[in-house]
């Protein structure tokens, strides 16, 4: 189990394809569109636990499918950012129900190995149209919903989103203390 944590987190790491469309701000916080490529991506679900529990729980399941918990054996490496589709309420504050979505690595998206792990799904997804803003820090759930309530606020009477979901994502191992980077993404409707 330790080597498969060691490829997933030390392994070659590859960044998700996209392309900046524009960049905007208001006030203090500035934003990217982004147009970001589809893929395949495994994907974990957690219902009926906080946002913080949920990631605790989808997270070590994807690092050991990356790392060679699948029917080749083999580890994958990383991809970044890990993007977790969040679905808020009226009021901002996020349901019970997380989606971690981990892009497979280019070399794997053709010929992707099988999760060993059942709770772990892969799906095929288009690519999308993101308004992305950026933060660092240990992101916390109040973290994500602070930024994503700014976002909205800057993006106000200029961009057309999706309104039932976002994405939060990351790019840091938990171990890497300084220098982090999260962002926020409201997909483009």
């Known amino acids: 189990m330790l080597g498969m944590i060691k490829n997933s987190l030390f392994g070659s790491v590859e960044t998700w394809p996209w392309q900046v469309l524009s ?3 208001k006030e203090e916080l500035t934003y990217e569109e982004r147009a970001c490529e589809g893929g395949k991506f495994a994907t974990v679900e957690v219902i009926d636990k906080p946002f913080d529990e949920a990631l605790k729980e989808a ?56 999760p060993s792990d059942k709770s772990i799904e892969l799906e095929e997804r288009e690519s999308i149209t993101v308004y992305s803003t950026q933060f660092g820090g240990y992101a916390k ?7 994503a309530a700014q ?27 300084y220098g982090r980077r999260n962002e926020v993404w409201l997909v483009k409707k």
């Open 59 to 114: 997270m070590p399941k994807v690092l050991k499918y990356v790392g060679g918990s699948n029917d080749k054996g083999v580890g994958m490496g990383m991809t970044i950012p890990v993007s977790f589709a969040v679905f808020p309420h009226e009021d901002g504050s996020l349901q019970k129900k997380v989606k971690i979505w981990f892009r497979i690595p280019n070399q794997f998206q053709a010929d992707t190995p099988i």
């Open 141 to 147: 759930e109040a973290d994500y919903v602070s930024q």
């Open 151 to 177: 976002l909205r606020s800057a993006l106000e009477g200029t961009a057309n989103y999706q309104t039932d979901f976002y994405f939060c994502t990351g790019y840091d191992p938990p171990m890497k203390p």
């Open 23 to 25: 960049k905007g701000g």
